[in-house]
């Protein structure tokens, strides 16, 4: 008999068939996850799931599905998902490295530039009518290149955005928990700076740390004040590493001059103050959104749980069981 598997919300069609060769598949159409209750009377007969950062895997879900043997994020954070409760009950997880690395940081440098050139402010005074000539101090920005750029977070996305800074002649710096090692260091020309200087040194401060007890408002007020009064801050990693409420209030107050989010806390219902600023340029957690990449990512956690369902460790599990 197929091990019996359910894939949360909408995934394409090459998944599906993938899927079904090796297991009875129960899918849901829809774009968006299942409500708690659904999930639950959904995932309590089956074998395996493959699921999105926005389904909450907790131990109480775990209670219900005695069954379940392998937890496949379609993403590369599984902050949804409690690692250590599925480790206990011998559950498998996996998530989506690697394929999603380039995309995400063609957005990282996406929200940098549009930050930085102010260019949502200057589509919607077009748009809006405001324009009423040429003017030499015209929605003036900042110059990307030949900037400072300080990275939180050097992982593979990390190492993606410097190979695109390097072509605008950053400079870039980075913190990370450990520091890389010197020959890596060299060949991406960057240099390892402690979180203060990061903080002080950078005009564009990206963000590209996992959401963990550790990284919760990282950024938070005093961060932020050792920010340049003209430094910029990135955030396409996790809602919840930044305080929201206190950069809206940064933003507001001049102690720094811009923002470009991907992310935020209690997604998709926001801090509705980012809507009363211009300094701040907002996408609604689209990193990896391009067709080919939510396609490979998609495909990788239905791998993942097919090796599991085969008893193999899948190339991507985070766990030990
Ligand atoms: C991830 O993979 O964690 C991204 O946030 C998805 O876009």
Redesign the pocket.
């Known amino acids: 008999m197929k091990p019996r598997v359910l894939v949360t919300a909408e995934v394409f069609d090459e998944v599906l068939e993938y899927l079904r060769e090796h297991c009875e598949v129960e899918a849901n159409l829809e774009p968006l996850s299942p409500s708690a209750d659904k999930l639950r009377s959904q995932l309590a007969d089956k074998d395996g799931v493959v699921c999105m950062?926005t389904d909450r895997i907790d131990d109480a879900l775990l209670a219900a599905c005695p069954q379940l043997k392998a937890v496949c994020?379609?993403?590369?954070?599984?902050n949804n998902i409690d690692v250590a409760a599925c480790t206990a009950r011998g559950i498998r997880v996996t998530?989506?490295p690697g394929v999603?690395d380039e995309t995400?940081a063609d957005l990282v440098f996406t929200l940098l530039l549009a930050t930085a050139r102010r260019l949502t402010e200057a589509e919607m005074y077009l748009r809006n009518g405001q324009w009423q000539g040429w003017h030499l101090r015209q929605l003036a920005g900042v110059d990307v290149h030949g900037s400072t750029m300080g990275i939180i977070g050097m992982g593979r996305i990390g190492q993606a955005i410097v190979r695109r800074a390097s072509g605008f002649n950053m400079k870039v710096i980075y913190h990370n928990r450990s520091r890389l090692d010197g020959a890596v260091e060299r060949e991406l020309g960057v240099a390892y700076a402690g979180f203060d200087e990061l903080m002080g040194a950078a005009d564009f401060v990206v963000l590209q740390v996992?959401y963990s007890q550790a990284t919760h408002h990282l950024i938070d007020a005093a961060a932020l004040k050792k920010m340049k009064r003209s430094g910029i801050l990135i955030n396409?990693?996790?809602g919840g590493v930044v305080d929201d409420a206190a950069l809206i209030a940064a933003l507001a107050d001049g102690t720094i001059r811009a923002a470009g989010l991907?992310?935020f806390e209690n997604e998709p219902r926001f801090n509705p103050g980012f809507l009363d600023l211009k300094n701040v340029v907002l996408a609604p957690?689209?990193?990896?959104?391009t067709e080919g990449t939510r396609l490979a990512?998609a495909m990788t956690a239905a791998r993942n749980l097919v090796a599991a369902l085969q008893g193999q460790r899948p190339p991507n599990q985070v766990n030990e069981v």
């Open positions: 950062l994020n379609v993403a590369v954070g599984y998530n989506t999603l995400t996992p396409a990693a996790r991907d992310v957690h689209i990193g990896s959104s990512m």
